[in-house]
């Protein structure tokens, strides 16, 4: 009992770490990331069905190879079969997977059409990739550009929640429930802006803007980062969102305006208020 007592309680420390770095990767962590948006969501079903229908045919073929070694070695058949083709096997082996294809396609276009559809918008922002650095600029507010950097390892401060080469100096801020458009850009080489619990992944190209969208549905602080080999530095450019209620969003816009220093602390604190609370109701 004592054993299953200890056993239980690092569980649920484990499962509290997970809980309070939602939008980060843990250790040993198998399967996607917790979905926070419609499109990640619809990424985590279809990435589900494939996997039962992959199941299912894995174990198809292994039960058929295993009867074949069984039901036809030299032992048991010592007399083979002439038998060149078999018309019902052949139109079977043919019609079911495109019938498979077919179940895979229909639900694949659906999230497809999802993801590059962009529905009308509360906000809309820009995000350029440099070597190797981000850049951001809120086109709906008057927030001039500022560029999020990798914080150094000397200057990670675990106590305010910051994580090795995932936080930024300067992170971005969005409204939790709010329809974001995000225009991606590149001013040198491709870079990839990817956000895994958005389902996120859009290339950053140079002289083209692509254009993708999302709607976190759960507060917290995310983080991803380029995905495209983009030079000496491409492990070192992440991504930090900070997803905030609606009037946390309105009080750091404001500040941020005019003094975008003012801003990241005012949402550091807020940040430093979350995990008190976190840490308090534990």
Same mark, same amino acid.
């Given at each position: 009992?004592?054993?299953?007592?200890?056993?239980?309680?690092?569980?649920?420390?484990?499962?509290?770490?997970?809980?309070?770095?939602?939008?980060? @990767?843990?250790?040993?962590?198998?399967?996607?990331r917790?979905?926070?948006? @419609?499109?990640?969501?619809?990424?985590v079903?279809?990435?589900t069905?494939?996997?039962?229908?992959?199941?299912a045919?894995?174990?198809?073929?292994?039960?058929?190879?295993?009867?074949?070694?069984?039901?036809?070695?030299?032992?048991?058949? @010592?007399?083979?079969?002439?038998?060149?083709?078999?018309?019902?096997?052949?139109?079977?082996?043919?019609?079911?997977?495109?019938?498979?294809?077919?179940?895979?396609?229909?639900?694949?276009?659906?999230?497809?059409?999802?993801?590059?559809?962009?529905?009308?918008?509360?906000?809309?922002?820009?995000?350029?990739?440099?070597?190797?650095?981000?850049?951001?600029?809120?086109?709906?507010?008057?927030?001039?550009?500022?560029?999020?950097?990798?914080v150094?390892?000397?200057?990670?401060?675990?106590?305010?929640?910051?994580?090795?080469?995932?936080?930024?100096?300067?992170?971005?801020?969005? @409204?939790?429930?709010?329809?974001?458009?995000?225009?991606?850009?590149?001013?040198?080489?491709?870079?990839?802006?990817?956000?895994?619990?958005?389902?996120?992944?859009?290339?950053?190209?140079?002289?083209?803007?692509?254009?993708?969208?999302?709607?976190?549905?759960?507060?917290?602080?995310?983080?991803?980062?380029?995905?495209?080999?983009?030079?000496?530095?491409?492990?070192?450019?992440?991504?930090?969102?900070?997803?905030?209620?609606?009037?946390?969003?309105?009080?750091?816009?404001?500040?941020?305006?005019?003094?975008?220093?003012?801003?990241?602390?005012?949402?550091?604190?807020?940040?430093?208020?979350?995990?008190?609370?976190?840490?308090?109701?534990?």
């Amino acid at each position: 009992m004592r054993f299953l007592s200890a056993l239980l309680a690092i569980w649920t420390g484990l499962a509290a770490t997970a809980a309070a770095q939602v939008g980060a @990767p843990t250790p040993d962590a198998i399967g996607l990331r917790e979905a926070v948006t @419609p499109v990640m969501e619809s990424v985590v079903e279809f990435h589900t069905l494939v996997m039962y229908i992959i199941s299912a045919i894995v174990i198809l073929v292994m039960i058929l190879l295993l009867y074949v070694m069984i039901r036809y070695n030299r032992r048991a058949n @010592p007399t083979p079969s002439k038998n060149s083709h078999n018309t019902l096997i052949e139109i079977i082996w043919t019609a079911v997977p495109v019938l498979i294809l077919v179940v895979i396609a229909i639900p694949s276009f659906r999230l497809l059409y999802l993801q590059d559809v962009v529905p009308e918008a509360d906000l809309t922002i820009k995000a350029t990739g440099y070597q190797w650095y981000w850049g951001y600029e809120y086109a709906d507010l008057e927030i001039g550009e500022f560029y999020a950097n990798m914080v150094a390892d000397e200057d990670i401060d675990e106590a305010a929640g910051q994580l090795r080469l995932l936080s930024t100096d300067y992170p971005l801020v969005v @409204p939790v429930d709010a329809t974001v458009r995000l225009n991606v850009t590149a001013a040198d080489v491709i870079h990839s802006w990817a956000m895994p619990n958005f389902g996120l992944k859009i290339d950053a190209i140079p002289g083209r803007l692509n254009e993708t969208w999302f709607r976190a549905e759960q507060t917290g602080v995310y983080y991803g980062q380029c995905s495209e080999i983009c030079g000496l530095r491409h492990a070192y450019m992440p991504i930090e969102i900070h997803v905030v209620p609606q009037d946390v969003f309105d009080a750091w816009a404001e500040t941020a305006a005019e003094d975008v220093d003012a801003g990241r602390t005012m949402i550091a604190e807020y940040q430093a208020g979350v995990r008190e609370t976190r840490m308090a109701s534990r």
